[in-house]
C-alpha cells in the first residue's frame, strides 16, 4: 500500500557527505513512520534512523549519532538522511522502510521497504 524508492547513493571519499531521499507513493493519507537500515559486506542488514509521523521524534543507531540526521518533509511524501562525516564502514546498500503507526520504529518491524541505494565510501 506505500511504495518507497530511494535516491542520492554513490561514491564518496572518507569525510565527506552525502544526502539521502526516499520518495513514497500509495496509501500516504494515513500517517506512517519511516526509518533507514543498512546492509555492510558480510553483515546484517541494521537499523540506521528512524523518524515518526509528526517529527518530533527520532532515534539513532550508535554508530551514526552526531553524523547522521533525519528529517521528512510529509507535504512531499519524502524522507532524508544526511550523512555527514562519512567513515569506509559506512559503506552499504541504505534501505527506507515505512510503517502505518504514529509511534517512532527503531526495529526491522516495518511494513514497507525501497530497494535500496548504494553508498561507497572510499578511505
Known amino acids: 500500500q506505500v511504495q518507497l524508492v530511494e535516491s542520492g547513493g554513490g561514491l564518496v571519499q572518507a569525510g565527506g557527505s552525502l544526502r539521502l531521499s526516499c520518495v513514497a507513493s500509495?496509501?500516504?493519507?494515513?500517517?506512517?513512520?519511516m526509518g533507514w537500515f543498512r546492509q555492510a559486506p558480510g553483515k546484517e542488514r541494521e537499523f540506521v534512523a528512524a523518524i515518526n509521523w509528526s517529527g518530533g521524534s527520532r532515534d539513532y543507531a550508535d554508530s551514526v549519532k552526531g553524523r547522521f540526521t533525519i528529517s521528512r518533509e510529509n507535504a512531499k511524501n519524502t524522507a532524508y538522511l544526511q550523512m555527514n562525516s562519512l567513515k569506509p564502514e559506512d559503506t552499504a546498500v541504505y534501505y527506507c522502510a515505512a510503517q502505518h503507526t504514529i509511534l517512532v520504529v527503531s526495529t526491522a518491524k516495518y511494513d514497507y521497504w525501497g530497494k535500496g541505494t548504494l553508498v561507497t565510501v572510499s578511505s
Open positions: 500509495g496509501r500516504t493519507f494515513s500517517p506512517y513512520a
